[in-house]
């Protein structure tokens, strides 16, 4: 049995910390399968390279893992998106966890539901309390930032860390996850307050996230998309968007 490396160790702990919170349950194929495989589209691989897992439940819209692993080109990544429904404020929550040969990087972040720049109170009742996890992150040594499109940064949150690591370092990173999902959790679990919801309606906040979501997964925003498309074909990478931008 092959060992499981740090990236994907990282992505099964969050997964099933949200899982067991939440009570969700997984949607299965036709086959009583991942929801989706993936196959290599690529010379240098050949076969099932990843796949796609959806699970339901509890307060969350769904929740979507994608798992790729290429070892012919050092690519061992694992993608977990899980999502609150889309007339709720409380953010999305992500993290990307990456091996790329000697080297790993990860994603990590609450996504706004409500323009920060506009929203005093929601900023400080749904970011604030991380913000000395984020700059204890980010002075962690080994940890570089990744260099990200400003489109990108925009549509995310300023609390978000994104960043090269040394394996030393990405060994260290769990607390800085769990600090993250510990505060999701915790607000996912009471909601946000109606202070920090004045003048929000839900319509608003669907037709926000809807936006949104396909700004984040846009192929001219994340030119990663274009890779994923080339490794696992244009159909299955077109699914996978739809599945992660699709708010119903």
């Given at each position: ?7 994907d160790a ?12 939440f009570g969700l ?36 819209q ?7 692993v ?9 993608m977990?998106?899980?999502?609150t ?8 929550f ?7 040969g000697?080297?790993?990087?990860f ?23 991380l913000?000395?996890?984020c700059?204890?992150a980010r ?27 040394t ?6 990173i769990?607390?800085?996850?769990n ?23 839900s ?8 936006r949104n979501r396909?700004?984040?997964?846009d ?11 080339g490794?696992?074909?244009?159909e299955?990478s ?5 599945l992660?931008?699709?708010n119903g």
């Open positions: 049995m092959s060992a499981v490396s740090l990236p990282l992505a099964r702990k969050t997964r099933d910390r949200v899982i067991e919170a349950t997984e949607v299965h194929a036709d086959d009583n399968g991942p929801y989706l495989t993936l196959e290599s589209h690529v010379p240098m691989a050949q076969g099932k390279v990843g796949e796609v897992r959806v699970y339901e439940g509890g307060p969350l769904k929740m979507v893992t994608c798992a790729l290429v070892p012919q080109i050092g690519l061992d990544s694992h977990l998106f899980a999502f429904p889309s007339e709720s404020a409380v953010p999305h992500t993290l990307d966890s990456v091996g790329a000697e080297h790993c990087a994603h990590l972040d609450l996504v706004p539901r409500l323009d920060l720049g506009a929203n005093l109170a929601y900023m400080d009742e749904a970011y604030t309390p913000t000395e996890t700059k204890a002075a962690m040594e080994g940890l570089s930032p990744a260099q990200l499109d400003i489109r990108q940064l925009a549509v995310m949150s300023p609390w978000m860390l994104v960043h090269r690591a394996q030393d370092a990405f060994a260290k769990d607390d800085t996850v600090a993250y999902l510990d505060h999701w959790f915790s607000l996912v679990q009471k909601g946000i307050s109606d202070e920090a919801l004045e003048a929000v309606d319509a608003a906040l669907a037709e926000r996230d809807c396909a700004i984040i997964f192929p001219e925003v994340d030119k990663v998309w274009n890779q994923i498309g490794l696992i074909g244009s299955s077109e699914a996978l968007r739809a992660l931008k699709n």
